[in-house]
């Protein structure tokens, strides 16, 4: 089984950053490829940030350029660093593991951004 911990949510306002954490606990691997999605109210989960594999990763467009996404795997943690936010940016951001084709999810972490 696999756990996985969200903090570092927020209200912050329009321009502010803020810095996600996920930690990963059970029977995972450094080499299983995490990420995280998020999902604002009556939309569909969509993809934020993630690792592909090993280092590569993938960004949605539009957070290209302000959300950075990095890895601690002596600590099981990933990372989104969020920057330049937007009111758009507001949903549950959710941390996701694939571990060999089986999807695992955090609990989510709430964002909002707003005056």
């Known amino acids: 089984q696999v756990q996985l911990v969200e903090s570092g949510g927020g209200l912050v306002q329009p321009g502010g950053s803020l810095r996600l954490s996920c930690v990963a606990s059970?029977?995972?691997?450094?080499?299983?490829?995490m990420g995280w999605y998020r999902q604002a109210p009556g939309k569909e989960r969509e993809l934020v940030a993630s690792?592909?594999?090993?280092?590569?990763?993938n960004y949605a467009d539009s957070v290209k350029g302000r959300f950075t996404i990095s890895r601690d795997n002596a600590k099981n943690t990933v990372y989104l660093q969020m920057n330049s936010l937007k009111p758009e940016d507001t949903a549950v951001y959710y941390c996701?593991?694939?571990?060999?084709?089986?999807?695992?999810w955090g609990q989510g972490t709430q964002v909002t951004v707003s005056s």
């Open positions: 690792f592909i594999w090993g280092s590569i990763t």
């Open positions: 059970g029977s995972i691997r450094s080499i299983y490829p």
């Open positions: 996701n593991l694939n571990a060999l084709g089986t999807p695992y």
